[in-house]
């Protein structure tokens, strides 16, 4: 049941992302809302969502991980609730922001929960493969439901879901989450070290946003760019010298940590980017609506949704390396093979690699999460956690930034229009899609070239506990 209630809060905080994206013409229509407004309307929750997760997670491990995840999920349903009944577009906007909260909260603490809850290793493996099945699933069910919902109910219904659902998963909690003791050590919090990963994470992300809109030379998001860095060479000095550091930074020098984290922002960036611009070949080059690409694209999150479990039973048994080869293996070469996509190209002729795509995906996700959450121990399982997350959140940002650029190099008025593409504009899209379905596989498979040489074999324990 505490797996169950962590699942049900993560599948509903990732789907809110992709839920929300088919709801926008319409919002747009009702509310009068400009393009830049509608591209408002996602990015304050993904920004708000990504540059808070670090501090959402080190918290969980000093104020205790049971009364924040109640928090993360209490804020997670107000903002959804203003956002529902938001009358104009600056509602919307500040119920986004108060909903992004939520998920920046949860998301580390559900993990920490279960790195806590479950000690052997064995166990955690299966758990957070389920965890993870319950995030692959909300990516790729989000445009169907949102489709369902919009076209059914009204678009205000794609946020007022989430209010019934959030008062659910607080009473589940309540009853089933247990307590988990905060270590007499972990009472300080590096504020500083706080305001600069903040800083520097939430700047970037805004950076990878705007910057196909804006353009990569303007001095805006080039000035992005430089403050990001600044904040986060900074975070890194402080941290250093600190003496209850935010971030133990000397984990990057274990190889399997960075690998798994690196990995997953890989994943991220390829299997996101993926289902984005998928979903965006069937409605502008095929001319499907927002419900019919959703369900185009559903066998992506079938396939991540059997494959997590899956590659959580075998870490398990055989540890992460040998998942998480296979898993980015199959993902990469399933990516690649849809290089014979074309224009006019049938489900029926794409199923099988959209399938093979969410398998691999799934079957890589879970070692490299129980890769990073065994590198500590359980007192900071918050701190890897939020680490992991922020990394899968910027590969996403940076997926989207960057293969939407290739997708849209040739088409003539990039991506501003959103409307149904023709002819040679068809063609172009077809093509962009192709070499950015080849990059991706790409870092794919040399993701997983680097977790065959630095994962280590064997069970995964808390790598903390062992000097070597």
């Not at 607080?170 to 050590?185: C, K, M, N, Q, T």
């Not at 997953?264 to 390829?270: D, I, N």
């Not at 996700?365 to 359980?378: D, E, H, I, Q, S």
Request: aromatic fraction near 8%; charge should be positive.
């Amino acid at each position: 049941m505490t797996v169950l209630v962590v699942t049900l809060a993560q599948f509903m905080a990732v789907m809110s992302t992709s839920v929300v994206s088919v709801a926008l013409p319409t919002i747009g229509r009702r509310l009068h809302a400009s393009s830049s407004e509608l591209e408002w309307i996602v990015d304050a929750y993904v920004i708000v969502f990504a540059s808070l997760l670090v501090a959402g997670g080190v918290l969980s491990d000093r104020r205790g991980r049971k009364g924040m995840f109640m928090t993360g999920v209490s804020l997670f349903g107000l903002g959804s609730l203003l956002a529902g009944v938001a009358p104009s577009v600056g509602w919307l906007l500040c119920g986004r922001v108060v909903q992004g909260l939520g998920p920046s909260i949860v998301t580390p603490t559900s993990l920490a929960i279960i790195s806590s809850t479950f000690e052997d290793p064995r166990e955690r493996a299966g758990a957070i493969g389920v965890w993870s099945s319950g995030s692959g699933l909300a990516l790729a069910v989000g445009p169907a439901v949102g489709g369902l919902l919009v076209d059914g109910i009204g678009w205000r219904s794609v946020f007022l879901l989430n209010v019934p659902l959030a008062i659910v998963v607080i009473a589940l909690g309540l009853r089933f989450i247990p307590v988990i003791p905060r270590s007499p050590a972990l009472r300080r919090f590096d504020w500083v070290g706080a305001l600069l990963t903040t800083a520097g994470v939430g700047v970037l992300t805004f950076g990878l946003i705007e910057g196909p809109s804006r353009g990569w030379g303007s001095g805006l998001i080039l000035g992005a760019f430089v403050i990001a860095l600044a904040a986060l060479v900074a975070f890194v000095a402080w941290e250093r010298r600190h003496e209850a550091p935010l971030i133990d930074v000397s984990l990057f020098g274990r190889a399997a940590f960075t690998v798994a984290n690196v990995a997953g922002l890989v994943v991220f960036f390829a299997f996101i980017g993926g289902i984005v611009y998928l979903s965006v070949y069937f409605q502008q080059v095929q001319g499907r609506s927002a419900l019919g690409a959703g369900l185009a694209v559903l066998p992506i999150g079938l396939g991540f949704f059997c494959g997590a479990p899956l590659s959580g039973r075998l870490v398990g048994r055989l540890g992460a390396r040998l998942p998480m080869v296979l898993g980015l293996s199959l993902c990469g070469a399933a990516t690649i093979g849809l290089l014979r996509l074309r224009v006019d190209s049938s489900i029926g002729s794409l199923w099988w690699d959209l399938a093979a795509v969410g398998l691999g995906g799934g079957l890589s996700l879970t070692p490299m999460t129980a890769t990073a959450m065994a590198a500590v121990r359980a007192q900071r399982a918050g701190m890897a956690s939020a680490i992991h997350n922020s990394m899968r959140q910027i590969g996403q940002a940076l997926g989207v930034a960057v293969l939407g650029s290739l997708v849209y190099a040739g088409v003539a008025g990039g991506s501003a229009s959103g409307g149904r593409l023709r002819g040679a504009d068809a063609a172009a899209f077809v093509h962009g899609l192709h070499r950015a379905l080849a990059v991706s596989g790409g870092c794919l498979l040399v993701a997983a070239a680097l977790a065959v040489v630095l994962i280590p074999g064997g069970r995964l324990s808390h790598l903390e506990a062992d000097p070597a």
